[in-house]
T-cell receptor, first 113, second 111 residues
Framework: NAGVTQTPKFQVLKTGQSMTLQCAQD?????MYWYRQDPGMGLRLIYY???????DKGEVPNGYNVSRLNKREFSLRLESAAPSQTSVYFC????????????FGQGTRLTVV | GQQLNQSPQSMFIQEGEDVSMNCTSSSIFNTWLWYKQDPGEGPVLLIA?????ELTSNGRLTAQFGITRKDSFLNISASIPSDVGIYFC???????????FGTGTRLKVLA
């Protein structure tokens, strides 16, 4: 079972560069999420998609855009990377019993220099 | 909004010892989730709890959904070195699609 797959696993960007983080899930889940995790800060929600065709801002959306390409895929784009966006990014999807369980990808470690 | 307070923040234990950690909230949760995160990896779901009073095991791990629905605990029996990591509780926020996460318990096992 692949579950939630994120690419790439590591990335280094220069300030001002753009990039897209990819996420795909094969569990037929409706809801998907993007989080960032910084040392001592826990998981903070950037954007989420409750269902295909919808996206909503989370706690820390500034500097990011998202696309729910289809039911499987939810991408996160940094248009002009800044050093403050250095972080580990996790994608998750929601499913399981009673549709309340979150399943996470392996993460993308992004460094902006 | 809803918050989850987790304790202890960190703990050192001897290999073979039992471990207990808990999560509390001032508001009710209808589902409690327990995750483990290894360094450099994504969180992995260990146990999900759906009913007040429910006690669920997964190998050496046991978790309980508190009767008041405002707390949950996770026990690890006979700890081993690979239990090292960060454990955190989580729950779906009532009325939204979002999740609330606990602050985490960092477990370190001394061989």
């Amino acid at each position: 079972n692949a579950g939630v797959t994120q690419t790439p696993k590591f990335q280094v960007l220069k300030t001002g560069q753009s990039m897209t983080l990819q996420c795909a899930q094969d569990m037929n889940h409706n809801s998907m999420y993007w989080y960032r995790q910084d040392p001592g800060m826990g998981l903070r929600l950037i954007y989420y998609s409750a269902s295909e065709g919808t996206t909503d801002k989370g706690e820390v959306p500034n500097g990011y855009n998202v696309s729910r390409l289809n039911k499987r895929e939810f991408s996160l784009r940094l248009e002009s990377a800044a050093p403050s966006q250095t972080s580990v990014y996790f994608c998750a999807s929601r499913g399981g019993q009673l549709n309340t369980e979150a399943f996470f990808g392996q993460g993308t470690r992004l460094t902006v220099v | 909004g809803q918050q989850l307070n987790q304790s202890p923040q960190s703990m050192f234990i001897q290999e073979g010892e039992d471990v207990s950690m808990n999560c509390t909230s001032s508001s009710i949760f209808n589902t409690w989730l327990w995750y483990k995160q290894d360094p450099g990896e994504g969180p992995v779901l260990l146990i999900a709890l759906y009913k007040a009073g429910e006690l669920t095991s997964n190998g050496r791990l046991t978790a309980q959904f508190g009767i008041t629905r405002k707390d949950s605990f996770l026990n690890i029996s006979a700890s081993i070195p690979s239990d090292v990591g960060i454990y955190f509780c989580a729950g779906p926020e009532t009325g939204t699609y979002k999740y609330i996460f606990g602050t985490g318990t960092r477990l370190k096992v001394l061989a």
